[in-house]
């Protein structure tokens, strides 16, 4: 059963100038991942609104846009007005997160929250449907390219224990050093949904990447 599995390669690792070619290789993707960096959330900048507009009208495959920015609440909105399938903001940075959900789930769009390795998720547990995602980061956002910190399972394990005794739809995603040889200790700890950069794009194929990602993912599951 690997229909309850999403691989969702990150773009910060796709070649910039070739989007639509690149885009076109992974076909076999669920969503593209598409971080969002202010330079003031994190020390690094890629791309605005004009930017996510010109992949979201060429993509064949949905957004999955992650915003590692201050102030979601002013910005995130227009994402979700873009058409971006799901929007994730990041908890540390929203004043109101459960208000900010719902403001786009009204437009549209999935609403997912995000939290930093560091971040505790116990707050979330009383409101876990009032999101359709939450994204625990496995390695300090900013940069693609980094190792895997398993010290971020237990959360996963809290999460997902809370989403299987309510009964919850909530997708658990897991973003940052994930490939074949990290996947199955996410999978294992409840994940469903994984972004893999490096580990796609960098592949000769990515999408035999995808696939070897999903059996990997799919092995280790827990339901």
Known sequence: MT???RINPSILAADFANMQAELARIAAADFVHVD???????????????MVGRIQDTSP??????????????????????GAASVTFHLEA???????????????????????????????LDVLDEFDQILVM??????????????????LRLLADEARRRGSAVWLQVDGGIA??????????GAD?????????????????????????AQHHVH
């Open 3 to 5: 229909d309850s599995i």
């Open 138 to 155: 496995t390695v300090e956002p900013g940069f693609g390219g980094q190792s895997f910190m398993p010290e971020t399972m237990p959360k």
């Open 36 to 50: 969002v960096m202010d330079n003031h959330f994190v020390p690094n900048l890629t791309f605005g609104p004009q």
């Open 61 to 82: 495959i949905p957004l999955d846009v992650h915003l590692m920015i201050d102030e979601p609440e002013r910005w995130a909105p227009a994402y979700a007005e873009l």
């Open 94 to 124: 929203s004043s109101e997160p459960v208000a900010l959900a719902r403001r786009l789930r009204a437009i549209g769009a999935r609403a997912g929250v995000a939290v930093k390795p560091g971040t505790q998720v116990e707050g979330l």
């Open 180 to 189: 074949e040889s990290t996947i199955a200790q996410a999978a294992a700890a």
């Open 193 to 217: 949904t994984f972004v893999a950069g490096s580990a796609v794009f960098g592949a000769q194929d990515p999408d035999a990447a995808i696939a070897g990602l999903r059996f990997a993912a």
